[in-house]
């Protein structure tokens, strides 16, 4: 079943500046979760009033080995995530980090791709998985940002661009810094557009397409 859908804000016009972020990152054996790749590592931060308020971590064990190409981009090898958690074993805690969908934003950098390996693995293992608004910074980055000063929306160009203090390195949780700080660049940027709730920036036009599904 193939369809597209936006994200809608539960709480409509909640400052930007009030509201709580998980901004998240993985890092995976593969493109697509109904191809068989499956996930290695979550790393996922926090955010609140601009505040670093949590951080989450862990290596996942994707059952089947990490192709070679995957570590030489990741260095993410199968003795690094033998006798980790399942994903199984990982999303309780994982969900529990995330919040409920009414307080929380989900914020990824290329958001369906985060998105359709967690959907998946949430059908795969019979857990829901809320409906959490979502901001994708790339999609916000190509509204706000001009093709002079950026000549595309990648994270390690936007990390460079707005001077991340993490530089992206294809691991989860420093990717995930790094887009923490590409995302409040960009809501600096926003407030230039007088976008400064949740509902102004939807109405914005940011949407995220989601992905095939495995079914």
Not at 194 to 214: C, H, M, R
Request: proline share 7%.
């Amino acid at each position: 079943m193939n369809s597209s859908w936006q994200s809608t804000f539960q709480a409509i016009g909640r400052p930007l500046v009030d509201t709580t972020f998980v901004v998240i990152d993985l890092e995976t054996t593969g493109g697509a979760p109904h191809l068989g790749a499956g996930i290695t590592e979550i790393g996922a931060v926090k955010i609140c009033r601009g505040e670093t308020v949590g951080e989450f971590e862990t290596f996942i064990d994707p059952g089947h080995p990490i192709p070679a190409y995957i570590t030489e981009l990741t260095s993410i090898t199968d003795e690094m995530v033998f006798q980790s958690p399942t994903i199984a074993q990982v999303f309780p805690l994982l969900l529990e980090f995330l919040g409920h969908p009414d307080t929380t934003v989900l914020v990824a950098q290329n958001a369906p791709f985060d998105l359709s390996f967690l959907t998946h693995a949430a059908r795969a293992h019979d857990f829901e998985w809320p409906k959490f608004p979502v901001l994708d910074t790339a999609i916000i980055a190509r509204k706000v940002l001009t093709r002079d000063e950026v000549p595309n929306c990648k994270l390690g160009t936007l990390a460079e661009f707005f001077g991340t203090q993490t530089t992206p390195n294809h691991r989860a949780l420093d990717d995930a810094r790094a887009t923490v700080d590409v995302f409040h660049g960009l809501l600096e940027r926003l407030g230039s557009h007088d976008i400064y709730t949740l509902e102004e920036l939807n109405n914005f036009g940011k949407k995220v397409k989601k992905p095939k599904s495995a079914e």
